[in-house]
């Protein structure tokens, strides 16, 4: 069942091949995992499901990929009744490459020196960026991102605002489990990151079937 807020009245002239879309999910997941890269590095956090899953490998040493992926499992049913399987299709195949990059990424990028500052607003524009490339080809990272959809879908609210509010009772929570500026640097990079989506996309701008 295909989503009104994916199949906008003048969609067809946009239209993306199997070509198109294999292109912009594989660049937009590449993007997100780069982003994550930076995160990960400063040992900062997220929001979303990817920040659920952050947390807990940061607490248990394991495997964010593993995490990650696990933890998105309950809302493929969710994606399938509500976006159809087109989507749900998709969110899967973005969230294992996902999760697979984001492990191996870090085997092949070192930071000799990366300040707080800038790897929070260069984690937020890149995973901002990311995420629509990933949203505009009919696809997600799923968890809340998919709530989030649904909600711009159903209800008009834009993903970003939703993505946002889910963000900042988060952060609340892992006060009580993290340092204070780990938390508020996290913060920031969470509010570029849903600024970007908020601002682009919405229902009235491109948004490509």
Known sequence: MPSPMLSPPDADAVRHTPVDDAQGLAIGVFICALGLTFLAHLGFLTGQTAG????????????FGLVFAVINLPFYWLAWRRMGLEFTLKSLGCVFALSLLVDLLPHWLAFERLTPLLGTVVFGVLTGL????????????GGLGVL????????????GYVQLAVDIVLFAVAFFLFPGHVVAYSLLGAVVLNGVIAVNHRRDRYIAT
């Open 52 to 63: 659920v899953a952050l947390i807990i490998s940061y607490l248990t040493g394991w495997s």
């Open 130 to 141: 990311g995420l629509l490339a990933i949203f505009r080809h009919r696809g997600s990272l």
């Open 148 to 159: 989030a959809l649904l909600a711009q879908d159903r209800l008009g609210i834009r993903a």
